[in-house]
């Protein structure tokens, strides 16, 4: 059993100073993924990564209960997701320049920048799609808001490398989709 995964537990059983212990070791991987997600962004950002792994951080120690190491990162991942899109939300407005025509948004250059108008459609369209294939949007998910690997992902959801490629690719055509369908119904 991992140090995280020890410290989860007591903080699931009481202890006040199990939450102190869990940060620091939790802290580099967090931020870790913090700056992938920031990266994607735009420079003179409100939000950066430092804000980012605190507002998560504070979500995740609290009420909630973790089995281990891998599902407190993935509800980090799903944490750091919400914060992002309801900073965007935010930014969206029409006071900050939401009226703006949306775009037809290209899955892939997602990976590479994220403008908030993408980032609201994609969450939408992620949405749409763990409605009917939750663990697909799991695997989106932990790749695009979590920056995970491939690999990382696949084995955060304990299925194999192979299903997890599939899945990706099934995923981005499908999201596309949704989200292009999307956009031609507004325009």
């Known amino acids: ?111 590479q920048a994220g403008p908030d108008e993408e980032i609201l459609a994609l969450h939408d369209a992620l949405e749409l799609l763990a409605a009917c294939e939750p663990e697909k949007a799991k695997l989106v998910e932990l790749r695009f808001f979590g920056g995970l690997t491939l690999e990382q992902a696949a084995e955060c959801l304990d299925i194999s490398r192979a299903t997890a490629a599939r899945a990706w690719n099934y995923s981005r055509a499908w999201l596309y989709t949704a989200m292009v369908g999307d956009q031609s119904e507004k325009n």
């Open 1 to 111: 059993m991992s140090d995280v995964t020890r410290l989860l537990q007591a903080i699931e059983l009481g202890d006040p100073t199990a939450a102190d212990q869990l940060w620091p070791l939790v802290y580099g991987e967090l931020r870790h993924l913090a700056g992938v997600q920031m990266a994607r962004e735009s420079p003179g950002q409100t939000l950066n990564a430092t804000a980012l792994v605190h507002e998560a951080y504070m979500r995740l120690v609290g009420d909630q209960q973790f089995a281990n190491r891998r599902h407190f990162f993935a509800a980090a991942a799903q944490a750091m997701r919400r914060i992002r899109v309801e900073a965007a939300r935010r930014k969206g407005r029409v006071k900050r320049g939401g009226d703006r025509r949306r775009t037809a948004a290209d899955l892939n250059a997602l990976l």
